[in-house]
């Protein structure tokens, strides 16, 4: 874009997220601060995860952009257009063809592979937040691995509701060290990160952290032996491709309680039901009705 | 150092400005062994408690402490992750006010099983089973597990924090007149407590107190402080029975003139 | 089927962002309004924006003020995104407020004082009652001019510190001030940095917190020692010439706060101050910004720290409204994946409940 260096950012700053990356990377899972930039989008909308991106992003990727899983959302496409503007770079919705993946609230379904990287846009990278508001003292529990009191919530959830009640951003002990927020992600996408073979990295823009979990490491969430860790979906197939192990999404279909539930990840389905595979609710693809109109 | 001591300080001072709060302090503590600190308000034992448990760092002097193997650490030169980890697992603190140790949000079982998942205990039904049990160790009616401590009464509390802290058998506990602030019955009945507890468990304990009578019941020994000095150490019945400071004579015959 | 798909969000963005330049626009029948115009016309606007967008361009952020429709936040988020592109040069010499040229100057604390009293250009004592010849176009007549220029003139500041009544500024720190906008916040943060997270900060918010600083939350007895607007000369010296050499002037506004302090027993008692200077005429939120600087340090001068304007990281990571804004609208974006993880769990939760319930009714 004239008047505008490659990807938006100029090659300091660049170089300044860079290093930052690579630290992040050498310590996975700890946050690291830095230079946060303003980006001509509003803070809250992944100003983070395009710093990210524009910092890693070269000439020959392709990107994928997705929100809620899915291509075609609104702030999806504003941010795929955003880099196909100032970058000019190839971008694909087929999670296996993109080199560079930017996601908020889930991983694909399809599993992500060596030499894939996958960024993360974070609301809120301190994952002792709702517990302890001082970053002051958070860092200070980090730095001594002080984590009893994340320990704590999710006794005191079993103790009032029977079981542990987050179901998002659910926490994860990052190689066995640093208690680390997963973004929010449903916790049924918490068990992807373990040893992925594809590098995560984290951007939070406005509160000026990355993070990073490198390929093939371990990341666990947090649980207890007797209440073990429970990645939970809808109980429901999905309505156009048939799915049994895909995160669904709840659609209301009328007024009077009529409702359908669709892969979250729109790659996933739309491949699935290009190979055939058809949902109780679906309609082969090619067929009249098949296809999938624009309403807006 | 003694070879078997568990707690040492040797030429431990500190002056705040012109304020000398601590001068050339020497304290020993042996293993299962209670020790109180007495004197007046702003004798410095409060200060001493801080230096000896790591809270404050003293202007001279060094203390030590002796792990279970043997291993002697300089409390105030150790990493602080090694002071952090030491105060959760080996130690306790026990405060005047309790609620400056338990977390008022948190239930009464969670606040019991704390210490045990930051050692990394990770079974929900045992931990629970611990807290229990401590609960009921410290006469606390274990129905109340699910409470949150902002329901219980002021001795309730100051035996939760109890709780809290022994959960883990910790081998050393810092109290900071655990009994202040509550009513006389009160009083007897949680000195009590503490005293089984101490004597059951082998707990040694650092016990800073202005009530002579604290001491006489729950110290094998006694230290006598004013003005930042140690005037007068020794076992408690011969400190209190036979006193040979000025000052430690004026302290007994004031309790027995109350 | 009764699917509603969710597909043409492309489509959707582009005819969203056509129907906002056309409402942006207006009737096509009213004269469209010039960045000319703002700059001279909505200048309270227009130094607001630059502040808070941390950029001293009156045609830029008056540009930016045309394309946010007034929005003034949304605006300081356009020139920021803007300015955070522009390469850095050079850091300016510190700008010498007391050689300003002044066209304000008062002190509420003595009735008199060397250089006099200069009200300027001034809301402060216009009755409020809205003027309806300003609705329609008419001429304005030219304001009378003072017979001699107005010089230099000393800070009220230096006139007291002879006696040891006020404290002494700080020394400057060694090196390069600190910089939010590159270098992340982080605790403890020293005063340079919060001083500029103050004067980019909202004045909404800096005027909130100063203002509960005056009903007791945090109270320090504060006194308006000195507010002065005017323009101030900015230097650099390129490392080619190594002298300085003028490059322009700047609009603006400083406010120098006097706080009572009782003193310790080390320190005698001595008057405090606080800093307040933000670009452009903008006293109101230079104000704001000396009061929460002053509350701010209470720690430092052994205050208690009991009031939100107080606590250092209170305030200074809730004071940038563009970061506000931005995580505050966020909310808009869609979050049915965190909805439905959260719908499940709701679910299961009745679900546990309801079945002991249906054992008991059996």
């Known amino acids: ?296 | 150092m003694s070879e078997t001591t568990l707690l040492s300080a040797r030429g431990v001072s500190l002056s705040f400005g012109a304020i000398q709060a601590l001068v050339g302090v020497d304290a020993d503590l042996w293993p299962g062994e209670v020790l109180a600190i007495v004197g007046e308000s702003g004798s410095g034992k409060t200060t001493l408690l801080n230096v000896l448990s790591g809270r404050a760092a003293p202007g001279t002097g060094a203390v030590w402490y002796r792990t279970p193997d043997g291993q002697l650490l300089d409390v105030h030169t150790m990493p602080a992750p090694a002071l952090r980890r030491l105060h959760r697992s080996d130690w306790g603190f026990v405060h005047q006010d309790p609620r400056q140790n338990l977390r008022m949000g948190v239930t009464a079982g969670g606040n019991v099983g704390e210490r045990l998942m930051a050692q990394g205990s990770r079974h929900y039904g045992h931990i629970r089973d611990a807290a229990r049990d401590w609960l009921v160790q410290t006469e606390i009616d274990p129905k109340r597990i699910d409470d949150l401590p902002r329901t219980f009464s002021g001795g309730m509390l100051q035996r939760l924090q109890i709780a809290r802290t022994l959960v883990t058998h910790p081998r050393l506990v810092f109290m900071d007149e655990p009994t202040g602030g509550l009513d006389v019955s009160v009083q007897a009945r949680l000195l009590d407590l503490i005293r089984s507890l101490v004597a059951r468990f082998g707990i040694a304990v650092v016990l800073v107190t202005h009530d002579i009578a604290v001491a006489r019941l729950l110290a094998h020994r006694t230290m006598v402080m004013q003005g930042g000095r140690v005037v007068e150490t020794g076992l408690t019945d011969q400190v209190l029975d036979d006193p040979q400071h000025a000052y430690t004579q004026l302290l007994v015959s004031s309790v027995l003139n109350a | 089927m009764a699917y509603v798909a969710v597909k043409g969000g492309e489509r959707a963005i582009d005819n969203a962002h056509a129907w906002l330049a056309e409402t942006r626009r207006g009737n096509p029948d009213v004269p469209e309004i010039g960045v000319a115009q703002i700059a001279e016309q909505i200048g309270r606007a227009v130094d607001r924006v630059m502040g808070e967008g941390s950029l001293f361009d009156r045609e830029l952020a008056a540009l930016a003020i045309k394309q946010s429709q007034g929005d003034l936040i949304e605006a300081a988020f356009l020139l920021r995104a803007y300015r955070t592109t522009l390469p850095r040069f050079i850091h300016s010499e510190p700008v010498d407020t007391a050689g300003m040229a002044i066209r304000r100057r008062i002190s509420a604390t003595f009735k008199d004082l060397p250089g006099g009293q200069i009200l300027g250009p001034t809301y402060d004592y216009t009755h409020r009652l809205l003027d309806f010849a300003l609705a329609s176009e008419a001429t304005v007549a030219a304001a009378p001019e003072a017979s001699h220029p107005v010089g230099e003139m000393a800070h009220v500041h230096s006139l007291l510190r002879h006696e040891g009544l006020l404290e002494n500024d700080e020394p400057a720190a060694a090196g390069e001030p600190g910089d939010l906008t590159r270098q992340p916040l982080s605790f403890p943060a020293p005063r340079d940095v919060r001083l500029q997270a103050l004067a980019r900060g909202d004045e909404g918010f800096l005027l909130a917190l100063g203002y509960s600083t005056q009903r007791g939350w945090g109270g320090t007895h504060p006194f308006a020692g000195e507010i002065r607007m005017g323009e101030a000369v900015v230097e650099i010296i390129p490392p080619e010439l190594g002298f300085p050499i003028d490059i322009g002037d700047i609009t603006l506004t400083e406010c120098q706060m006097i706080n009572q302090f009782k003193g310790s027993k080390t320190v005698p008692a001595q008057f405090t101050r606080g800093y307040g200077l933000v670009f452009g005429h903008s006293e109101r939120k230079a104000m704001a910004m000396a009061l929460v600087d002053r509350a701010m340090r209470a720690e430092e001068l052994g205050e208690d720290v009991t009031a939100p304007a107080q606590n250092i990281e209170f305030v200074l990571y809730h004071s940038d409204n563009v970061e506000g804004t931005g995580f505050t609208e966020h909310l808009k974006l869609p979050h049915y994946v965190d909805f439905q993880s959260e719908l499940e769990t709701v679910r299961r939760m009745r679900r546990d409940m309801a079945a002991p319930m249906a054992e008991v009714a059996q």
């Open chain 1, 1 to 296: 874009m004239k008047g505008y260096n490659f990807a938006y950012l100029d090659e300091q700053t660049k170089r300044m997220i860079r290093r930052a990356i690579l630290k992040a990377v050498a310590i996975p899972g700890h946050q690291i601060p830095f230079g946060s930039r303003e980006i001509p989008l509003p803070y809250g909308w992944g100003t983070g995860g395009i710093q990210v991106t524009a910092a890693i992003l070269g000439a020959d990727d392709r990107l994928k952009v997705i929100d809620q899983g899915a291509d075609d959302t609104t702030n999806a496409v504003s941010i795929r257009r955003f880099f196909a503007r100032t970058a000019d770079v190839a971008t694909t919705t087929k999670t296996a063809d993109a080199t560079v993946i930017q996601t908020r609230h889930r991983i694909p379904e399809t599993a992500l592979r060596d030499g894939q990287i996958i960024v993360y846009q974070v609301p809120q990278p301190e994952p002792m937040y709702r517990l302890e508001p001082s970053r002051v003292e958070t860092r200070r529990m980090h730095a001594l691995a002080d984590y009893g009191l994340m320990h704590v919530k999710l006794y005191e959830d079993i103790a009032r509701l029977g079981h542990i009640g987050i179901s998002y951003d659910y926490p994860v002990m990052v190689n066995a060290r640093y208690l680390m927020a997963p973004s929010p992600i449903p916790a049924f996408d918490n068990p992807k990160m373990h040893m992925m073979p594809a590098l995560q990295l984290f951007g939070a823009g406005r509160e000026k952290r990355i993070y990073a979990v490198p390929p093939y490491t371990e990341v666990r969430s947090l649980d207890f032996v007797d209440h073990p860790f429970h990645p939970a979906r809808a109980p429901h197939a999905c309505g156009l491709c048939g799915a049994g192990d895909s995160y669904l999404d709840e659609v209301l279909t009328d007024d009077r309680g009529g409702r359908l539930f669709v892969c979250s990840d729109t790659d996933y389905c739309e491949t699935r039901r290009a190979d055939g595979q058809v949902g109780a609710e679906g309609v082969p693809v090619g067929m009249p009705g098949g296809a999938v109109e624009a309403t807006q």
